[in-house]
């Protein structure tokens, strides 16, 4: 059996079409009602609105376009497939660049995916963007998964499908784990100021306090 802990990292879309659809669906507050706090609203607080509608695709597991994947096999080192990184120039290379490592190291029958609200994100995210930029999975996945042989989601165990969320930094300090120390939600301010070796070495961070934190909970489970 493989053990294998994921983590995605994304970027919001940059799609033409989804842009001019949400700009066709902005408008100012029912609220407002004079023409000029109107006209004002649309100069001043509309380019805002349009750029955290289209920040927030990110998260969107149709619509993110994915910048870093990291992955640990078993006790490997981890290795982290990353846009401007390698060569790789855009998701159809990171995916393709993971997918072949994933053939190469794994049992083709028996795999088990650790993620961090994979079940709900990064397992989704990876089936979507690999059947949209037409490369092939080597290795089964569903699009919705949950909890059992093949795909152990720790935040959906610890968590349950409709409790309070806690991140994995927090849930590392709770075991006494370091964790991770840089936030995903600044990979977009990275890759705008072209620093992509920080959303790497974040991506990888993330797997590691993954592996720790798996491994931890595990030998509570199961100790003799």
Not at 38 to 51: D, G, H, N, R, S
Not at 124 to 136: A, G, K, M, Q
């Amino acid at each position: 059996m493989n053990n294998i802990v994921l983590d995605i990292e994304t970027l919001p879309t940059d799609l033409p079409w989804y842009s001019d659809k949400l700009k066709d669906k902005l408008a100012p507050p029912g609220s407002m009602k004079k023409a000029e706090t109107i006209e004002k609203w649309w100069e001043e607080k509309a380019p805002a609105v349009l750029q955290d509608r289209m920040q927030r695709t990110a998260m969107d597991t149709s619509l993110a376009r994915i910048v870093s994947i990291a992955v640990k096999v078993d006790d490997n080192p981890t290795v982290c497939f990353c846009q401007r990184l390698y060569h790789l120039e855009h998701d159809h290379d990171v995916l393709e660049s993971f997918w072949n490592y994933i053939d190469k190291e794994t049992n083709r029958a028996d795999i088990v995916w650790i993620t961090y609200n994979g079940n709900r994100f990064d397992i989704p995210l990876l089936v979507h963007r690999s059947l949209i930029c037409r490369v092939p999975p080597t290795r089964f996945m569903t699009s919705w998964p949950r909890n059992g042989e093949r795909y152990c989601d720790i935040m959906e165990s610890w968590c349950g499908l409709y409790g309070d969320k806690i991140s994995l930094a927090n849930l590392c300090k709770l075991f006494g784990i370091e964790g991770p120390q840089t936030k995903g939600s600044d990979v977009f301010e990275w890759w705008l100021a072209q620093d992509v070796q920080k959303i790497a070495d974040h991506n990888i961070e993330d797997v590691e306090s993954l592996y720790e934190l798996n491994k931890t909970i595990q030998e509570a489970m199961y100790r003799d």
